[in-house]
């Protein structure tokens, strides 16, 4: 019924779909000796070629052991999380306590530790120093220790003594249920933790009948300073989720808050690639992620990709065709040494990587010591496919979650970027990073000195519905939940561009997961083909659209390469937004734009 | 009865105390022609030093028009905000609404514009362009126009539907009242601006009475995506507050919101300075704003202070003798253009400028052409200085704020940065930046990328606090409330010092300001003074107050320079976070560790 498109085809680049990738044979782990930390004074006030090429060797390829193509993914269970939980007791974390998910991860012993990263580090991340006011934090563990140290203002001078939230409830999670009778309140009071005392001589909350603290955080420390990480109440929180949905094979893994994938993907950025650089990128990207890198000097490699994504062998004949010496592909740039993908419900093209992709793109990576940065903020709008009926079970929901990157990622290659943005709030303004431990430990660095981690209204708000209140159970619930949402609405708008889209011209593929639409018009078709250019014909139907009424994102805004000329017409639409009536209508008026512009 | 001390005399400069400042003679403002943004592709992918030195002309000082000496600081009435909200209606800011200051501040007609900054903004700054997706957010202003373009999430999945403070009251704003039945309770809803429709069929809220809607924010907006220079609700509340303390004399002013100082200061630095820069700073100066500098290959500048901070005649001789070509001072880097300093309270010196020391500094930095970070997270904090009775009304507390770099800047040459972490709560992870048109613009095109703005939790609970309930009236009186609880703070620890620290040895000068306690001590009188070195003798008393239970500062975490040899033996202490009891017996316990020390 609807027409399957490839998007992007592979351009300009020899198929290399006969020669299937070749593993090396060498099985020892490229290990590279742990290099000091350059002082800033000698390392980055030096920007001699000699200090750049001392970080960024030449080109030459690792042999990449194979990755085990059946890898099952490792889960640990709810159960065990609980179990956990009940042996460690009561967590003790105080105002500004530093904590790190080792901390609250199963133990990982016998697994070999990651790669190390030392000669991707860029000087400037190289060189961050820790905070020495929040290193000095240490101290508060003395016990008796009377702190002069640090300027955290007195909880007493906090205008807000609680916050109660009413928050939806399972199984439905019904909004309307909420407004209007249901949903239930949870409050955050100043003292819940006990660890401050209020200005005053009543005690601090206690639960009823126990004499215990009513809760391990509380707004005396979520509204005070805190370790740039994060809170230990949520770092504990994302830790075990990730555990849920499937860790990674190596040992030393860690996590850490991030003021959104935003923030996340600056600092990552900025980490890893430095000016003169280039970035592999899908040849249709999410524009902000290249509005976050061309101003650090970073130029974009756009791959190829296919209704599943990235293709493995466009990947691979990119990087292996890369002319670090300055004739063809690559411009004299070095070769890229960073990949940046959205795996799941790709922004824009709404394509989803299956596991056989990802394990292949993997595999690529390795061969050319790539480092994957995994955006997964739509991860869990992963559609659901009838006629079989959904999960029951947050175990089958999980188990059918197509694997991470993080979960195959048997070098320590991947830096994983999780949102609360897309499946809680994006006001929230956070998310948290997975890698391992030497990356977030340079990136801790930088949050530090960039944000101080996100706000502790939302980390002490998002602790207290998702931990404290739902669970990691309830809150698989919602997910669940969600992604039925999200499933109903994509079939609404599949449907109407079924009813009212001219498919002489324009196709589609219903995306497998997140929340974009992605429509090729077929140019060649168009009647002022032969005078008009491919951007004109899109500005002239995207003008249309505003004329009668429908906003829609142009392809355009997604190249890649913005200085190569386009090679086809696309629009994105979301199905996020507008009401279910909203959006037939507007897809009605995308459909007469376009009839009116091809003449029809 | 206490040592007076000059913090950190001149050192190794000529004294100039003989030299008055010369304004030039010419009157004729600066104007530089706005520069057409430079591509990033061509802007950025080259670092060649031609292209850098186009950017940053050889340092040829303008002659600056001489500042009046006394231009009565203008401030806006309370009075005259309010009328001009009634005059202006209802605020309809909808979900992601652009704002800008202009759209809420009093006219400034007649006023000259800022200097422009294209000679001093970086390649990186220079070449950001607008976010697209936010960019489309204009066409949502069509009636009737229906959004399939940014994948905003629908508010129906958001699961809190309202929130609930709890928050202390005027006129005392007392924690033991608000925790013990007192305070009052706020409740925010998802639908109160009535802009969104919820789910069900049930109708947003309404204000009783009235079928208008019951508040210009609500959930619904605060928690989805929004522009990131702020809301609309926010940003009016801060250029109001501004207004009242003091308005620039030019006319294109703005403000945004911000992450907290925190990160306004890493995006200013990266848009004012490139490595092998040089920033000029305070000699002792805030340990994370160097930490913050450092990894982006800056050098330090330390400029000397006395007990009123920088002295202009020492940052005059440090700019004048400033030696680019490689030999004295400067040892071949480019002479400084910015000055990041912390007038009130400084940390860690606790120094406070006093206006003249304001004026004669702004001076000096028009005559260099510095551009001034001025960092003010402690300004409210003014102490209160007996006998005259504290202010009683809001404008007399106003008249007596020791006016502003911002309202004494004729050219456009400063950025404030404000904070509500010192005043409201650290965990807000908020402030805001006031500056000239050009640099706030720029500063946009960063946090859109960086971070996205503040947290709508914080945004939507702060503004209805300060703005909804409080109101400015309110909002000052908290913060005139906040100074006197912070000057008996800072006279329980004065009193301390007096009672426990040995005066043979150990000076200081309590604080005008902020929250921070600097003590000097003599280390030429220490029984090893000859074989010991300072830093020796610092980490000798600091383990010994660790050993008592007292963490104090190392006066060396906060030395511009690091590389030069310390001058002097010192330490912090805060007087924020600890009790009064405790505050006592910390001093007692720090003063036993150093006479110890000094075999005393």
């Not at 590279?32 to 090429?53: F, I, Q």
């Not at 998310?431 to 030497?438: D, F, K, N, R, V």
């Amino acid at each position: 019924m609807r027409s399957a498109i490839r998007i992007g085809a592979f351009r300009g680049l020899p198929s290399l779909n006969s020669a299937p990738l070749r593993p090396g044979a060498n099985g020892l782990r490229n290990h590279v000796p742990r290099r000091l930390l350059v002082p800033p004074s000698a390392a980055l006030h030096s920007k001699s070629p000699d200090c750049s090429e001392a970080l960024a060797p030449a080109a030459k390829l690792p042999e990449a052991e194979s990755v085990p193509a059946v890898t099952p993914r490792e889960r640990i269970s709810i159960a065990d999380i609980k179990e956990r939980r009940a042996k460690a007791g009561r967590l003790i974390a105080p105002t500004a306590a530093y904590s790190d998910a080792d901390m609250f991860k199963a133990p990982t012993t016998g697994k070999p530790k990651a790669k190390r990263w030392d000669h991707y580090l860029t000087e400037e991340s190289l060189s961050r120093e820790p905070c020495k006011l929040k290193q000095a934090a240490k101290h508060l563990k003395t016990p008796g220790l009377i702190s002069l140290g640090g300027g955290l203002p007195c909880p007493e001078y906090f205008p807000i003594s609680s916050l109660t939230l009413h928050v939806a409830t399972p199984p439905d999670f019904s909004e309307a249920a909420t407004l209007e009778g249901g949903g239930e309140d949870i409050t955050i009071g100043k003292y819940d933790a006990g660890f401050s005392k209020p200005s005053t001589t009543s005690s601090p909350s206690t639960a009823p009948g126990t004499g215990e603290p009513k809760s391990e955080y509380d707004l005396s420390i979520a509204l005070n300073y805190a370790q740039a990480s994060g809170s230990a109440q949520m770092t504990r929180f994302v830790t075990e989720h990730v555990e849920l949905v499937g860790v990674p094979p190596y040992a030393d893994w860690r996590t850490c808050l991030t003021v959104g994938s935003t923030g996340a993907l600056e600092q990552a950025l900025r980490m890893l690639l430095r000016a003169g650089d280039t970035l592999v990128i899908e040849e249709f990207s999410f524009s902000t992620a290249l509005e976050t890198a061309a101003p650090l000097g970073v130029g974009f490699a756009g791959a190829p990709v296919d209704e599943e994504g990235l293709l493995p062998d466009g990947l691979d004949a990119l990087l292996t065709g890369w002319d670090a010496a300055g004739r063809g592909r690559g411009g004299g740039r070095r070769k890229p040494h960073v990949l940046y993908t959205v795996p799941s419900g790709q922004n824009p093209t709404g394509a989803t990587q299956s596991e056989r992709r990802r394990r292949d793109i993997y595999e690529v990576a390795r061969r050319h010591d790539l480092f994957i940065i995994e955006d997964e903020p739509y991860y869990y709008l992963q559609m659901h496919e009838g006629p079989a009926p959904p999960p029951r079970t947050v175990d089958d929901f999980l188990d059918r979650l197509i694997p991470t990157y993080l979960s195959m990622d048997v070098d320590g290659r991947v830096l994983r970027m999780d949102s609360f943005s897309k499946v809680v709030v994006p006001g929230s303004r956070m998310g948290w990073i997975t890698a391992p431990e030497q990356i977030v430990e340079r990136f801790i660095r930088h949050s530090e000195v960039a944000n101080q981690g996100p706000s502790g209204f939302s980390q002490v708000i998002l602790h207290k519905l998702l931990d404290e209140r739902w669970g990691h159970e309830g809150y698989m619930r919602w997910l669940m939940n969600l992604r039925l949402e999200y499933t109903k609405r994509r079939d609404v708008m599949a449907a109407a561009c079924d009813e009212f889209l001219p498919k002489e011209v324009v196709s589609w593929n219903p995306p497998k997961a997140g929340m974009f639409q992605w429509l090729k018009v077929n140019h060649e078709l168009h009647p002022h083909a032969s005078t008009k250019s491919i951007l004109d014909m899109e500005e002239e139907i995207f003008d249309r659209c505003i004329a009668k009424g429908v906003l829609v994102a142009r392809g355009s805004w997604f190249r890649a390469e913005q200085d190569k000329p386009p090679s086809g017409l696309y629009f994105r639409t979301t199905f996020a937004a507008a009401s279910p009536d909203n959006m037939r209508e507007a897809i009605r008026r995308l459909g007469e734009a376009i009839r009116e512009s091809y003449r029809m």
